[in-house]
């Protein structure tokens, strides 16, 4: 369903300042995969999503999604196929605004924005039930603003926001790893309930080897803008952290980050 | 005696600062949209105030055109100055500042050319059926007083309502979390553009009422407004923020900030300040203000950090 082909990008490109980010990406995903990606720091991970959702163009290659040319459409405009969590809580969500605004305005990613009321009572009734799902006491907050949630219940809502009318692709980029290890283990829990639920497509940035092993069907290793590692099915569910240590060694980077290795 | 005699004569004026104070302050409702809605610092008004007395003026004297028609016609006016802004801005890549600066300048010799070369163009009472005047006789600053609220009432009710829908809920989402808004799908540059148009029309309106309470348009009319727009948003914040929460009642401090101003203004000048250093006691005033919350974090004791909220 997603198609990436022989994609690069350079930054600053003839300056010192030179940063070959993605030397030649190709991957394909069928639809229904969970891919978990790991990577050293300037691996290029970041990058990869940010191609796939625009934000800066290609230098060249294509992405396609079920047949769907999206190389040359502006990133707001490829959003209704995307769902996409940040690292930072503050990045997926809009500060001033209430909850339930918040998740109004994901629900309307990819339709026209009209003069109707911008939320209805019917959803509204929607969005009780959902929050109540995620049983972090939400439900009777819907005109709360946003920013004065918890950095954990901020993240729990973007992914809320996120798969709201199922994306034919979820990322998650590092989408816990500011989060407090109770936190994230309980935002991480969420986000296996959700895409199993819903299943979606799904690729997850993470730095925490036992994560990238425990969740997905298939998981990728990147380094200096190349994917060096691509494994899925039985072989991914036998791999075990010291293996992927390893590997990580092996793919000649070895630039493995005190974090990775502190959260392995 | 005399000094209470004098606190009398000052309460006894007041109707006319109030009045000049709301009509800035409805200006203060267009920067409002760009300043804190949008998050943009917006200069176009300098010149889209002038547009809007300039083409009211002009419409009604030489034209013959019904004054609230004119009115109308003054706001789409407003709205084009500010969509040239939000094409500078968001389609040739200047920085929002710079853009409004140039549009500014540009409706100068736009707005003489609206005023055939002049730099002034009376407006007179007794001729014209005018909405709004600082005449004080026969109750009349009452009624302009009473007229401007009016005017405020429905601008506040309309922007309320738009705020609320589809389009303005992503108007909003692109001035608090641009990235947030563009992954959700909002085409932040359009809605930069619709933002820009909206504020400067309300500002053009304002301006067409100001025109009619001096008596003229004037090419500088707008010299400044930007910084009594942001002294009226400051003021009203600062005042009315922690109070106000519900969108109405932040438009409506806007509003109070801007009346608060021109009290304070006619105070200062009867207090003997000379008009000619008005100028630079505003932007005094809007210095100290936006300065408060600088030094206020910076003066502020070592607090331990506020508790999270409870998940």
Not at chain 2, 65 to 70: D, K, P, Q, S, W
Not at chain 2, 93 to 107: D, R, S, V
Not at chain 2, 133 to 147: D, F, R
Not at chain 2, 264 to 282: A, H
Request: glycine fraction near 10%.
């Amino acid at each position: 369903m997603l198609k990436i082909e022989n994609v690069h990008k350079t930054f600053n490109p003839g300056t010192i300042n030179e940063k070959k980010a993605l030397q030649g990406i190709n991957l394909t995903l069928e639809s229904g995969d969970f891919v978990t990606v790991i990577g050293g720091n300037g691996a290029g991970k970041s990058t990869l999503l940010n191609m796939i959702t625009g934000v800066y163009p290609v230098d060249c290659g294509t992405i396609e999604i079920d047949g769907i040319n999206l190389t040359k459409m502006p990133d707001y405009k490829r959003a209704k196929f995307f769902g996409r969590v940040f690292q930072d809580p503050m990045m997926g969500t809009a500060a001033d605004m209430q909850i339930e605004e918040n998740l109004a305005l994901a629900l309307r990613r990819g339709k026209p924005r009209t003069l109707l009321p911008g939320i209805t009572r019917k959803e509204r009734a929607m969005f009780r039930e959902l929050l109540a799902a995620l049983d972090l006491g939400l439900e009777n907050r819907l005109t709360s603003k946003v920013g004065l949630l918890s950095g954990g219940q901020r993240q729990a809502i973007t992914l809320l926001m996120a798969t709201l009318q199922n994306p034919k692709l979820l990322m998650l980029d590092e989408h816990t790893a500011a989060l407090d290890p109770q936190t994230a283990a309980k935002v991480l829990e969420l986000t296996d309930q959700i895409v199993n639920r819903d299943k979606i497509t799904t690729i997850m940035i993470t730095h925490n080897m036992k994560d990238a092993i425990a969740h997905g069907n298939r998981l990728i290793m990147m380094d200096s803008g190349r994917i060096v590692y691509d494994v899925s099915g039985e072989e991914k569910q036998r791999l075990t952290v010291p293996e992927l240590i390893q590997k990580f060694s092996e793919s000649g980077g070895g630039m493995l980050s005190d974090r990775t290795l502190l959260q392995s | 005696m005399n000094f209470l005699e004098n606190i009398w004569q000052f309460i006894q004026s007041l109707p006319s600062p109030i009045a000049q104070g709301m009509i800035w302050g409805m200006m203060a409702i267009g920067v409002y949209i760009t300043y804190k809605i949008l998050d943009v610092a917006d200069l176009t008004v300098d010149g889209s105030l002038a547009t809007g007395g300039a083409v009211l003026v002009v419409l009604t004297t030489q034209y013959g055109v019904n004054i609230y028609l004119a009115m109308l016609v003054a706001f789409a006016a407003g709205c084009l100055a500010g969509f040239a802004t939000g094409i500078l801005h968001t389609k040739m890549g200047i920085p929002a500042i710079l853009a409004g600066i140039l549009t500014q300048l540009a409706l100068y010799s736009i707005n003489l050319r609206i005023m055939d070369d002049r730099a002034n163009v009376t407006i007179n009472r007794r001729t014209f059926q005018l909405i709004v005047s600082s005449y004080a006789g026969e109750n009349q600053l009452y009624w302009t007083i009473g007229k401007c609220a009016l005017f405020i009432v429905v601008i506040v009710g309309v922007l309320y309502w738009f705020f609320g829908t589809e389009m303005g809920h992503s108007i909003r989402a692109t001035g608090c979390n641009l990235n947030m808004a563009r992954s959700n799908g909002i085409n932040t540059d359009s809605r930069k553009i619709i933002g820009l148009t909206i504020s400067n029309g309300i500002v053009a309106i304002a301006g067409g009422l100001l025109a009619q309470f001096s008596g003229s348009a004037d090419v500088n009319m707008g010299r400044g407004a930007i910084v009594i727009g942001l002294a009226a948003v400051i003021i009203g914040e600062v005042i009315f923020g922690k109070l106000f929460n519900h969108f109405i009642l932040r438009l409506l401090s806007v509003v109070i900030g801007g009346v608060l101003y021109y009290i304070v203004i006619s105070l200062v000048l009867k207090l003997g300040l000379k008009t000619n250093d008005l100028k630079l006691f505003s932007a005094l005033i809007v210095a100290i203000f936006l300065a408060i919350p600088h030094f206020k974090a910076k003066l502020a004791p070592r607090r331990p950090k506020p508790k999270k909220e409870v998940e």
